[in-house]
């Protein structure tokens, strides 16, 4: 009766097993894609030129300030300084005070003041070429000598512009 009993007992559990038989596979692909953009952002520090002596006539000051870039790595990209808030034009720019005085300055690529610093790509205006990093890039202003100022504080602000 025992091994009628183990016989059906093997026999049951041999028929509940699952039929297992060669398995099979299918394969696809996922496509996976990014597009890097070109960026840059800009900063800049202030461009103080300090005191100006009230007989300025034959006094010149020089200052140098920088111009902080940071576009996407190998991304080609131009600075440009414009005319600001008080002057003619980039060739002419001026700071004022709060009665309307004028104080005359220049903005330069070079430390020699040779190459005016404007906005017109290919012309007047500084190009790089991003690393994806912060690149300093200086600016040197001059305020000529000219006619005796009142005594006061002048400003002026410039807009940058990064072309890229």
């Given at each position: 009766m025992r091994r009628l009993l183990t016989a059906l007992a093997v026999a049951a559990v041999v028929a509940g097993a699952p039929y297992v038989a060669d398995a099979a596979?299918?394969?696809?692909?996922?496509?996976v894609s990014v597009t890097?953009?070109?960026?840059?952002?800009v900063g800049a520090s202030t461009m103080a030129f300090g005191n100006l002596p009230g007989?300025?006539?034959?006094?010149?000051?020089?200052?140098?300030?920088?111009?902080?870039v940071t576009c996407t790595n190998l991304a080609p990209y131009n600075i440009g300084l414009d005319k600001g808030a008080n002057g003619a034009s980039v060739t002419t720019r001026?700071?004022?005070?709060?009665?309307?005085?004028?104080?005359?300055?220049?903005?330069?690529?070079d430390a020699t003041?040779?190459?005016?610093?404007?906005q017109?790509?290919?012309t007047d205006t500084v190009a790089g070429v991003g690393?994806?990093?912060?690149?300093?890039?200086?600016?040197?202003?001059?305020?000529?000598?000219?006619?005796?100022a009142f005594v006061n504080t002048y400003n002026d602000t410039v807009n940058?512009?990064?072309t890229y």
């Open positions: 596979t299918a394969t696809g692909t996922l496509a890097v953009v070109n960026t840059c952002s007989s300025a006539a034959t006094t010149t000051l020089n200052v140098s300030g920088t111009v902080a001026a700071m004022v005070d709060a009665s309307a005085h004028t104080i005359t300055y220049s903005l330069f690529r003041h040779l190459l005016n610093w404007g017109t790509v290919g690393t994806g990093s912060a690149q300093s890039v200086t600016v040197y202003g001059q305020i000529p000598s000219q006619n005796a940058i512009t990064v």
